[in-house]
């Protein structure tokens, strides 16, 4: 499996900087959604915000 990966990412890294790029924000995204998916379930957003004309 580690030789299949090594394979698939050796081939990226010839095809240049816009694949690297574009793996980049693909990885980007990944990330992102499943830090928003695990603070909406965990229930890890602010609360009613408090001004300060309050």
């Not at 980007?28 to 300060?52: C, D, H, N, R, Y």
Request: hydrophobic share 55%; glycine share 12%.
């Amino acid at each position: 499996m580690l030789t299949l990966f090594r394979y698939w990412f050796d081939g990226v890294m010839s095809k240049g900087m816009i694949a690297l790029t574009g793996l980049l924000a693909f990885g980007s995204v990944v990330l992102i959604a499943v830090m928003s998916l695990v603070s909406t379930v965990l229930g890890l957003w602010p609360g009613e915000q408090k001004s300060f004309e309050n």
